[in-house]
């Protein structure tokens, strides 16, 4: 575990900083310290440097301004949406003069291509509402609208699907998991609410009855790639995913014992976990160097804490 520890801390901030806290237990200052180089060197720097006066990231909030709208599934990971989940995900302090900067040209200037909302206000889908509700929850805007389209938004088998309003009735793994992240966040902010604690309790029951990747009606992996370990995530779940929101919420339930399992059975000989999935898009620059099929520094460090947070309480 140590030659693990040891190839982690030679990673960019985001992940070092990471790694002190959740795997090393270092002490409070040395984590606050490493924390403080996000935004100024290596992953969370370069994000930074490419918002532009604007607010956005690439001309675009959800997609980047030079799409062809005629391509509606094209995913690309440049734009503004996707460009603030990264630095929450790279854990930019909200109390540091670089995220103030950066998340007040969004709140100022930054509107959804859907209906011309401010950003921090949320639009309809309920996956695209997920993310900017944790974004704005972690730097400390006020995204109460976005709770309310949420839960709002639950459907009767206790999650949320993006398809929703074209009357999808069944809920979605991967729009549930971005709502569960953002209302986690913004209880985390806020205390929450009633409703929201009851929306999130739903959703998470959802997830567990289907053991975070399998049909209820059969049993069967939903789609194989909820199987295969990813980062960036995007608006993709899959096991790794499903389990470090429960790690966070610090939720132990006997049905993620398989998904702990299955992610336990992908360490290869060193301790490492491959970058399984890569999804596909434009992104602003690669994060895993060696690609699929490698060893990740990002998946090692996520699957390494649930698996400690797991095996903690066995």
Not at 73 to 102: C, K, M, N, V
Request: glycine share 10%; proline share 4%.
């Amino acid at each position: 575990m140590d030659a693990v520890i040891d190839y982690l801390l030679q990673g960019d901030p985001a992940i070092r900083w990471q790694v002190l806290r959740d795997l090393t237990d270092a002490a409070p200052d040395e984590v606050a310290a490493e924390r403080a180089r996000v935004a100024t060197e290596g992953w969370g720097a370069r994000l930074l440097a490419a918002q532009g006066d604007d607010g956005l990231w690439d001309g675009g909030t959800y997609r980047p301004g030079w799409v062809d709208e005629s391509l509606p599934f094209f995913d690309a990971w440049t734009a503004t949406h996707f460009s603030l989940q990264s630095l929450w995900e790279f854990g930019l302090d909200p109390a540091g003069a670089q995220a103030q900067r950066a998340v007040a040209l969004v709140r100022e200037n930054v509107r959804w291509e859907h209906d011309g909302e401010p950003y921090f206000a949320g639009e309809v889908e309920p996956c695209i509402n997920g993310i900017a509700l944790g974004i704005g929850a972690y730097f400390g805007e006020q995204v109460d609208p976005i709770v309310e389209t949420i839960v709002a938004g639950s459907l009767a088998d206790g999650g949320w699907n993006c398809w929703a309003d074209g009357g999808a009735a069944v809920s979605s793994f991967h729009s549930t998991i971005c709502v569960l992240e953002g209302l986690r966040e913004w209880e985390a902010a806020t205390g929450g609410t009633d409703a929201s604690r009851a929306a999130r309790a739903a959703g998470e029951e959802y997830l567990l009855e289907r053991g975070l990747y399998r049909r209820r009606s059969t049993g069967e992996p939903a789609d194989p790639r909820m199987l295969m370990l990813s980062y960036p995530v995007r608006w993709f779940h899959d096991i790794l995913r499903g389990l470090e929101h429960f790690r966070a919420a610090d939720r132990r339930d006997e049905r993620l014992a398989d998904a702990v399992e299955i992610l336990r059975g992908k360490a290869d000989a060193h301790g490492m976990f491959r970058y399984e999935n890569h999804h596909e898009g434009p992104r602003p620059f690669e994060m895993e160097q060696e690609g699929e099929g490698f060893p990740s520094r990002w998946v090692t460090l996520r699957a390494l804490r649930v698996l400690r947070w797991w095996d903690a309480a066995a």
